[in-house]
């Protein structure tokens, strides 16, 4: 019997021991998608317990604690944050099988000393362990990221943000860590959305130009891209339900944006029209900018309407969508492709079942001199489990180039997430060990195997964003 989450913990062979240890373990991280608050390291924030950096905004746990019977209260109420952390660690306890298990564990391990289990009868004495760790005058929030030996950080921000708290960062010399914004412009998307119209006048207000047309739209997102261009930033992030290719004439979208402007309601066909302009648009700018365009699809939002009223969105209600116009993302990037303004492009979908229809797919639109221009990212939300890594990591090998991927992100709300590049560098070197310990690479090889997963690990991203870093 193996010790609890040891030194090896995942590592099912002394290949993959040799290439995490050798290899991966001593790689950086490079964190290209999440959604920390960049006023938060700005502002160098101290936790005054453990509460607040690991169930605060987290609706992984969140979720896990609801399946469970337990009541609101210790979730997002008024309960006190030694109790709620209490009633997690009781839930903590029996979630055998589930990515929260290992990934609290490696938390508790690498930023609070902790290695043991966490149960319901060492629950107290592990809680005053970890507030005893964040008294530390250090322990704070560029601590937790410089323990993670982070170099890079891409926040996720609104095309109205001010970015004031990034010019923070970068004046700030004592800090070397570099935190770049990233394009998120969803709100201006979303035109069927009752708070459409009054973003509309913010966004007006913010890029100075008056929005009454599609074309006066596309005109103010030029300005709020150009000054996110000079805060660094270089890749968007889109979250959609799906993908969808619905095209029409500019005389007809101009008619659907003034109906929205008018107060009337849009069809779904005329939303989609709208969509697929709106992300034709974004994806030409992309492109002219030579960033990197990030998809997130098939996710079914806000599925509990009281809980959405009480909580708002982000807040562990949302599910898998098993819709599949997968023949439609094909369209859209074929449509950029022969405006001849398609971007390097990461395609995240929520449903597993579209990896393989994905890694066929991308493999359509891959061009020299780029290395996957257009790939599949890593196993996302629901998915960044054991299995769902282990399925990601085998579909891009067998219907991609597993050597080109930009490997693994946080997309996480907490500063203490960093661990999950651990987890998934471990199962990424079992994956490669499985393969030499049976005779389906060979052994001799195991210097190319270490460069791949090292490039994995860091530098591939740091290639495909055009990061200011040094790959390693």
Request: hydrophobic share 35%.
């Amino acid at each position: 019997m193996k010790q609890f989450m040891d030194k090896d913990f995942l590592l099912q062979s002394e290949t993959a021991k040799k290439l995490y240890h050798e290899y991966a373990e001593k790689m950086p991280v490079l964190d290209y998608h999440c959604h920390i608050s960049p006023r938060e390291i700005a502002e160098d924030r101290h936790f005054d317990n453990i509460t607040q950096v690991w169930l605060g905004g987290d609706h992984y746990k969140w979720r896990l604690m609801r399946s469970f019977g337990i009541d609101e209260k210790y979730i997002t109420g008024d309960a006190s944050d030694e109790e709620k952390f209490l009633t997690f660690a009781k839930c903590l306890e029996k979630a055998v099988g589930h990515p929260l298990y290992h990934w609290a564990h490696l938390e508790l391990r690498k930023y609070f000393g902790f290695d043991g289990a966490l149960t319901s009868r060492n629950a107290k004495e592990v809680y005053d362990l970890c507030n005893k760790v964040l008294q530390d005058p250090d322990m704070s929030v560029r601590k937790l990221i410089k323990m993670s030996d982070v170099t890079l950080i891409c926040t996720t921000d609104d095309p109205i943000d001010t970015l004031e708290w990034h010019d923070k960062i970068k004046e700030d010399s004592s800090f070397d860590v570099k935190v770049l914004p990233a394009w998120r412009p969803d709100k201006a998307k979303n035109i069927s959305k009752p708070e459409f119209t009054s973003y509309i006048e913010k966004l007006s207000e913010v890029s100075g130009v008056k929005i009454d047309s599609f074309a006066s739209l596309k005109e103010a997102l030029k300005v709020r891209l150009d000054f996110f261009a000079s805060k660094g930033c270089t890749v968007t992030d889109h979250a959609l339900e799906y993908v969808m290719y619905r095209p029409a004439s500019d005389a007809e979208i101009e008619k659907i944006f003034a109906k929205r402007l008018a107060g009337g309601e849009l069809s779904y066909e005329e939303d989609l029209k709208f969509q697929t302009a709106f992300m034709l648009f974004e994806g030409e700018e992309i492109a002219r900018r030579e960033w990197v365009m990030q998809l997130h699809f098939g996710c079914k939002r806000d599925n509990n309407t009281p809980m959405y009223e009480k909580l708002g969105p982000d807040t562990g209600y949302d599910s898998i969508d098993a819709y599949y116009p997968m023949g439609e993302l094909a369209d859209f990037l074929n449509a950029l492709l022969v405006k001849n303004a398609l971007p390097k492009t990461i395609l995240y979908s929520l449903n597993p079942n579209d990896n393989k229809i994905i890694n066929t797919m991308l493999g359509a639109f891959c061009e020299a001199p780029y290395v996957a221009k257009v790939q599949q990212g890593s196993a996302w939300w629901f998915n960044d489990s054991k299995l769902g890594m282990e399925q990601q990591i085998e579909c891009v090998a067998e219907s991609s180039n597993l050597s080109g991927f930009v490997g693994m992100l946080t997309d996480s709300r907490s500063f203490t997430s960093y661990t999950r590049h651990e987890y998934f560098r471990r199962i990424l070197c079992n994956y490669f060990g499985k393969l030499v310990e049976n005779g389906e690479y060979p052994a001799e090889s195991i210097e190319v195997l270490g460069e791949i997963v090292s490039d994995i690990s860091y530098n591939n991203a740091v290639r495909y964003f055009n990061f200011p870093l040094e790959v390693r």
